[in-house]
Nanobody, 119 residues
Framework: QVQLVESGGGLVQAGGSLRLSCAASRRTFNTMGWFRQAPGKEREFVAAQGDRTYYADSVKGRFAISRDNARNTVYLQMNSLKPEDTAVYYC?????????????????WGQGTQVTVSS
């Protein structure tokens, strides 16, 4: 069974940094990325890497996505964190190579990891 296992969430003060990791097992994906969901809000796209690297405007310049293909792992380096970045962050993956911001296009999801940024 394909699994995406996230790690690296936690509590950090505003302006701090965190790095999230997501390891995929049992298959390789052409596109991997991150979404987040804050309480009372819809899940939103954060970043993804496939045929291109694409970021949501809200995180551009602060977050960086990278992949280690040998480890089948995707990372999200989050710098200059703000309280509005507080959310559960989900790793997502799909077989197709075209990056999309639509959550419904991703076939596989991790369990989520909580990121809390205090002011």
């Amino acid at each position: 069974q394909v699994q995406l296992v996230e790690s690296g969430g936690g509590l950090v003060q505003a302006g701090g940094s965190l790095r999230l990791s997501c390891a995929a097992s049992r298959r390789t994906f052409n596109t991997m990325g991150w979404f987040r969901q804050a309480p009372g809000k819809e899940r939103e796209f954060v970043a993804a890497q496939g045929d291109r690297t694409y970021y949501a405007d809200s995180v551009k310049g602060r977050f960086a996505i990278s992949r280690d293909n040998a480890r089948n792992t995707v990372y999200l380096q989050m710098n200059s964190l703000k309280p509005e970045d507080t959310a559960v962050y989900y790793c997502a993956a799909k077989l197709g190579v075209v990056v999309t911001t639509e959550a419904a296009r991703y076939n596989y999801w991790g369990q989520g990891t909580q990121v809390t940024v205090s002011s």
